[in-house]
C-alpha cells in the first residue's frame, strides 16, 4: 500500500502561482511513477502532469505546458506540482497518484493509487 496525501492548494488570483505537494508513505516511492490529475465541478477527473520513477521523464498536459512543473524529491517521498500563471479554467481539485507499472500516464486506470485531493481556486 502507498498512502498519498496532497497539500498546498488554495485561493489565488489570476497570474499566480501555486505549489502542490504530495507526500508518500508505505511502499518504496522511488518505485513509482507519479501523476497529477485534476477534477473541476461536473467535469470529469483529467491528467495534468506525470513523472517516471526514475525522475527523468515529464509529461504534461497542452493546457499546462510552459506553466505547470511536475518534480520529485525521492530522499523525502514527495512530489511536487508548481503551478504558474494561474487562470480560473485551473479551479479544480487536484489529486496526486502513484502508479507501479505502465506507461500511458495520461489514463487515470494506469494508477495504482490515489490521494484525498487539495483544492486549488483561481480568481479573476
Known amino acids: 500500500q502507498v498512502q498519498l496525501v496532497e497539500s498546498g492548494g488554495g485561493l489565488v488570483q489570476a497570474g499566480g502561482s501555486l505549489r502542490l505537494s504530495c507526500a508518500a508513505s508505505g511502499r518504496t516511492f522511488s518505485n513509482y511513477a507519479m501523476g497529477w490529475f485534476r477534477q473541476a465541478p461536473g467535469k470529469e477527473r483529467e491528467f495534468v502532469a506525470a513523472l517516471s520513477w526514475t525522475g527523468l521523464s515529464t509529461y504534461y498536459t497542452d493546457s499546462v505546458k510552459g506553466r505547470f512543473t511536475i518534480s520529485r524529491d525521492n530522499a523525502k517521498n514527495t512530489v511536487y506540482l508548481q503551478m504558474n500563471s494561474l487562470n480560473p479554467e485551473d479551479t479544480a481539485v487536484y489529486y496526486c497518484?502513484?502508479?507501479?507499472?505502465?506507461?500511458?500516464?495520461?489514463?487515470?486506470?494506469?494508477?495504482?493509487?490515489w490521494g484525498q485531493g487539495t483544492q486549488v481556486t483561481v480568481s479573476s
Open positions: 497518484a502513484a502508479a507501479y507499472s505502465g506507461r500511458d500516464y495520461y489514463l487515470t486506470s494506469t494508477y495504482d493509487y
